[in-house]
């Protein structure tokens, strides 16, 4: 199966749907970190979800989804860019009893954040506590505080695979607010009776099919999607150099080489002495 998003569009109506399925996605994402079955499952729901958000970027950008809070798991942080390139990571506590997977009991007391920072142009950000059972429910109440749009959302997450399913409705231009109302109500309807295991394990047309047979919606071009991250050298680099002199100084005289590992991929650059020294040169240059 290969990592994609499938928007979903009902016609006459003000209602719009996506799926998203991610599987080599979260396989990258989670390789290299040796997070706890549950943690990886809140992850791979966190991803499916940016995937979901990310759909209402009309601009080239990205957007990321960030909670934290006082429990074992003290940050989530998931992002999709507008051209659908994944990452995500979390970090947790150790000697945790992991049995317990709703993110009360993993991230706890918290905040979530939802960031859209487009490649040019200002930052938007909402706040909304975590309030929910389900990182679902959370998104579900960011959309009635932030956005007033009625948006209904199912996540799902097991063995390296992740799927969600979204539904919003839209201010009323095609079809009268008596319409879309009652639309709205019948189709919720339908998706509330989808399980996750077939949200997780059915294609894009089966689910379409078993939910919405009775009114099949239009379907765009589906989008790809697939892990991608920012790390660079460059920006390794730049990170090293925004120390100071001082700091530089004191890896040159002590280890004459650093090692940074980027915390989404894992991938590691290495400056030896020779890449230390010009840096502290350029600094106080």
């Given at each position: 199966?290969?990592?994609?998003?499938?928007?979903?569009?009902?016609?006459?109506?003000?209602?719009?749907?996506?799926?998203?399925?991610?599987?080599?996605?979260?396989?990258?994402?989670?390789?290299?970190?040796?997070?706890?079955?549950?943690?990886?499952?809140?992850?791979?729901?966190?991803?499916?979800?940016?995937?979901?958000?990310?759909?209402?970027?009309?601009?080239?950008?990205?957007?990321?989804l960030q909670a934290q809070g006082k429990g074992p798991v003290s940050l989530l942080l998931a992002e999709c860019t507008n051209e659908g390139e994944l990452r995500a990571l979390a970090r947790h506590s150790d000697g945790?009893?992991?049995?317990?997977?709703?993110?009360?009991?993993?991230?706890?007391?918290?905040?979530?954040?939802?960031?859209?920072?487009?490649?040019?142009?200002?930052?938007?950000?909402?706040?909304?506590?975590?309030?929910?059972?389900?990182?679902?429910?959370?998104?579900?109440?960011?959309?009635?505080?932030?956005?007033?749009?009625?948006?209904?959302?199912?996540?799902?997450?097991?063995?390296?695979?992740?799927?969600?399913?979204?539904?919003?409705?839209?201010?009323?231009?095609?079809?009268?607010?008596?319409?879309?109302?009652?639309?709205?109500?019948?189709?919720?309807?339908?998706?509330?009776?989808?399980?996750?295991?077939?949200?997780?394990?059915?294609?894009?047309?089966?689910?379409?099919?078993?939910?919405?047979?009775?009114?099949?919606?239009?379907?765009?071009?589906?989008?790809?999607?697939?892990?991608?991250?920012?790390?660079?050298?460059?920006?390794?680099?730049?990170?090293?150099?925004?120390?100071?002199?001082?700091?530089?100084?004191?890896?040159?005289?002590?280890?004459?080489?650093?090692?940074?590992?980027?915390d989404f991929c894992r991938n590691q650059e290495r400056f030896d002495a020779v890449d230390l020294a010009e840096m502290i040169k350029e600094v106080v240059s």
């Open positions: 199966m290969q990592d994609h998003k499938q928007r979903f569009l009902f016609p006459d109506s003000d209602i719009r749907g996506e799926l998203v399925q991610v599987e080599s996605s979260i396989t990258r994402i989670i390789e290299g970190h040796n997070y706890p079955l549950a943690v990886q499952g809140l992850i791979g729901e966190a991803v499916a979800a940016v995937a979901l958000l990310a759909s209402t970027l009309k601009f080239k950008g990205r957007l990321a945790q009893d992991w049995s317990q997977g709703d993110i009360q009991t993993l991230i706890g007391d918290g905040n979530m954040v939802i960031t859209i920072t487009p490649d040019q142009g200002k930052q938007y950000q909402g706040i909304v506590p975590l309030a929910g059972d389900s990182l679902a429910q959370c998104l579900e109440a960011y959309f009635r505080q932030s956005e007033q749009l009625p948006t209904r959302l199912w996540l799902a997450s097991g063995n390296n695979r992740a799927a969600g399913l979204l539904l919003q409705r839209l201010p009323n231009q095609l079809a009268s607010s008596d319409a879309n109302a009652q639309m709205w109500e019948h189709l919720e309807a339908l998706a509330g009776t989808l399980k996750m295991e077939e949200l997780l394990n059915l294609d894009d047309q089966t689910i379409l099919h078993r939910l919405f047979h009775d009114t099949p919606p239009q379907l765009p071009e589906a989008q790809a999607l697939q892990f991608g991250c920012t790390c660079s050298r460059d920006r390794n680099r730049n990170a090293l150099i925004s120390l100071g002199s001082n700091e530089l100084q004191m890896l040159l005289d002590e280890d004459g080489e650093v090692t940074l590992t980027c």
